[in-house]
């Protein structure tokens, strides 16, 4: 059997204007992907009638399946039910089973149900119900021109859950879903074009394919196999890999890079504390963020003026005064003072220039300071990156500080070479 050709529809006018960012069609296209299946187009379409009903028409006559998500609300720019039956060429009918499960759904509640509710019960009389346990608005199912069409609300959660409950089982069932394999790899300190360069350097089955998605400060490196011996040509494939590549990988599949920290942390009793200046918290925030962090984060501070890295991380005034706030000395300060104020295992420490002003010839925007105290020294490097923008140097310097506490843990060199980023110095004591 081929693979099906599946084509995705988002509608709604707030999507099309770009007031709503369009999560759905991305989830939709991961999840199919994951299948096995094709995803041949993405489309979005407005809350208009002829619109509508002619992209059905016009996709039925080039895709297996396709997913339909928003429109099926009880308002009247909620036209989406409608549409399909005219594309259809047939009558609306109501389905007097989702008519009373929303007659019940609001007397449960003690309140009386809107008469456009109803609207939501009414489909092509050829539709096919698509449970919706948490939402008013049934999903269906419905043949246009021999096509198979799935439609489903744009309540991201509601659809989600119909999607992953009742039509990509159903999906996977009827059309022989092709066994696959896909490993995410996200790397952290090499472009794009030099990791191709790498990986294509390899030897490869042809039922392997590779895929690259860069979205600063990571690269997203997709290794996808096919055919019934897709997990062992993946797995292979990984185990081949030159030990660059694989240095460079910080996480993989749904891990982030402080996931993969705080499992070294918990299995070793590691406890972590950090000191922040020009990441004003995006640090501690990464470690935060992981359910179950309070296992071996102790504690961040926020010590964004010279005061404050005095008052709390200890920094002696005079190295403020000779070497500048931003510089490999006050790093290793700080990340000492914490550690000691912290009792920690280990802490992390930045400071820097994150712009658009307070650069200078010898410290331009982008110059960063990291500190890393361990129990047996201290590693401390003063770094400069290209001008990013204020938010994007603050997001790089938070990945170049866990990328510092990850090599450390994984027995790797601390002071990594990255592209784009030049190191002024960097000291062990």
């Given amino acids: 059997m081929s693979v099906p050709r599946v084509e995705i529809i988002s509608t709604g006018e707030e999507v099309i204007h770009g007031e709503l960012v369009d999560t759905n069609a991305v989830w939709l296209s991961q999840k199919v992907v994951e299948l096995g299946f ?77 008469d456009n509710n109803l609207k939501q019960a009414l489909l092509a009389e050829s539709a096919v119900l698509v449970d919706n346990p948490i939402g008013t608005a049934c999903g269906f199912r419905l043949d246009i021109d021999g096509t198979r069409f799935y439609f489903t609300p744009g309540v991201p959660r509601e659809m989600k859950r119909m999607m992953s409950e009742i039509i990509l089982p159903e999906m996977a069932h009827d059309f022989g879903a092709q066994k696959r394999c896909l490993r995410r790899l996200h790397t952290f300190g090499v472009s794009e074009a030099r990791m191709d360069e790498w990986l294509n350097q390899m030897p490869r089955h042809q039922d392997i394919s590779l895929g690259f998605r860069a979205h600063l400060p990571l690269l997203e490196v997709k290794v996808l196999g096919v055919g019934d011996q897709a997990t062992v040509l993946v797995e292979q494939f990984l185990a081949s890999m030159p030990e660059k590549v694989r240095e460079s990988v910080v996480a993989r599949d749904d891990q982030s890079m402080a996931q993969v920290i705080g499992d070294m942390c918990r299995a070793r009793a590691i406890t972590i504390s950090t000191a ?71 802490a992390l420490s930045t400071t820097g220039i994150a ?75």
């Fill in 276 to 346: 922040e200046s020009c990441t004003g918290g995006l640090l501690a925030d990464a470690f935060i963020h992981v359910a179950g962090s309070s296992d071996y984060f102790v504690e961040g501070a926020i010590t964004y003026s010279n005061r404050a890295k005095q008052n709390r991380c200890d920094v002696n005034p005079q190295l403020l005064d000779e070497y500048g706030a931003v510089s490999l000395e006050v790093a290793r300060a700080m990340a000492l003072g914490m550690q000691r104020r912290a009792e920690s295992t280990l």
């Fill in 355 to 429: 712009g658009p002003g307070g650069g200078s010839d010898q410290k331009p925007v982008g110059t960063l300071g990291l500190g890393l105290a361990t129990e047996s020294g201290c590693y401390s490097q003063l770094l400069v990156m290209p001008d990013f923008g204020r938010t994007s140097v603050r997001l790089v310097s938070t990945f170049l500080a866990l990328d510092m506490l990850r090599r450390y843990l994984s027995g790797l060199d601390v002071f990594a070479p990255y592209e784009m980023i030049k190191r002024l110095q960097q000291h062990v004591s």
């Fill in 38 to 114: 094709h995803v041949q187009r993405r489309i979005t379409v407005g809350d208009r009638m002829s619109d509508l009903v002619s992209v059905f028409r016009e996709r039925a006559a080039h895709a297996d399946v396709v997913v339909v998500s928003g429109g099926l609300g009880p308002t009247t720019d909620d036209l989406t039910a409608e549409a399909a039956a005219l594309a259809k060429g047939e009558p609306r009918v109501i389905f007097e089973e989702w008519a009373q499960h929303l007659r019940d759904r609001f007397s449960l509640r003690g309140r009386e149900m809107p």
